[in-house]
């Protein structure tokens, strides 16, 4: 009888961090979109810090983060792809429906969601209620900071909803959405 080389390891859990670009660009050129964007974009930027270095009990490493941008120019962006800096952000929700019928962020993201064990969104309100009326991301799926006009949707969807405090995440729910991932974890 033939004995398995296979042995079972543990699965690390997968997550994606989704922001948008912001009005502060760090670089004047080219530079990863991850660097390129301060201001409101840092809080978010600190989570994937935080959640990429956070261990295990046995420490090793919690999980595996990706992170992405919904940026104006280029739609959405990979967190390590290089870009180059614009003169304009876009600011609301017509701007955000002139962007999308250009690049199609809103399809590509959803459908960049369904290899992640979870995805944490980061964006604006108007932004976000564009991801719900496109009703395409799996229930269940999402870690939603946003306005709490949109609870009863997220709760109805399966989502964990978190208030946004802060510019864009805010340090009570960094905590949560730590808490959250260790919890999902430990489930593993």
């Known amino acids: 009888m033939a004995t398995s080389l296979i042995t079972e390891t543990k699965m690390s859990v997968r997550i994606l961090v989704v922001t948008n670009d912001s009005t502060v660009f760090r670089s004047k050129g080219i530079d990863s979109a991850f660097n390129m964007f ?11 810090a935080r959640l990429d270095q ?7 490493k919690l999980c595996d983060v990706s992170y992405g941008v919904i940026t104006t120019r280029y ?7 290089v870009i180059d800096s614009y003169p304009r952000v876009m600011a609301n ?5 002139f962007v999308d019928a250009a690049k199609h962020f809103v399809d590509q993201v959803s459908y960049l969601c369904r290899p992640f064990d979870k995805v944490i969104f980061c964006i604006p309100k108007d932004m ?3 991801f719900l009326e496109a009703d395409a991301i799996e229930d269940g799926k999402l870690i939603a900071v946003t306005s709490p006009d949109f609870r009863e949707e997220c709760e109805k969807r399966g989502w964990t909803f978190l208030e946004r405090r802060g510019a864009r995440v805010g340090s009570e729910n960094a905590d949560e959405i730590e808490r959250l991932v260790r919890e999902i974890c430990a489930g593993r």
């Open 38 to 48: 301060g201001g409101r974009a840092t809080e978010v930027k600190s989570l994937v």
């Open 54 to 60: 956070a261990v295990d009990g046995e420490g090793k």
């Open 75 to 81: 739609g959405f962006v990979p967190g390590n792809y």
């Open 93 to 97: 929700r017509r701007e955000y429906e």
């Open 128 to 130: 976000f209620a564009m």
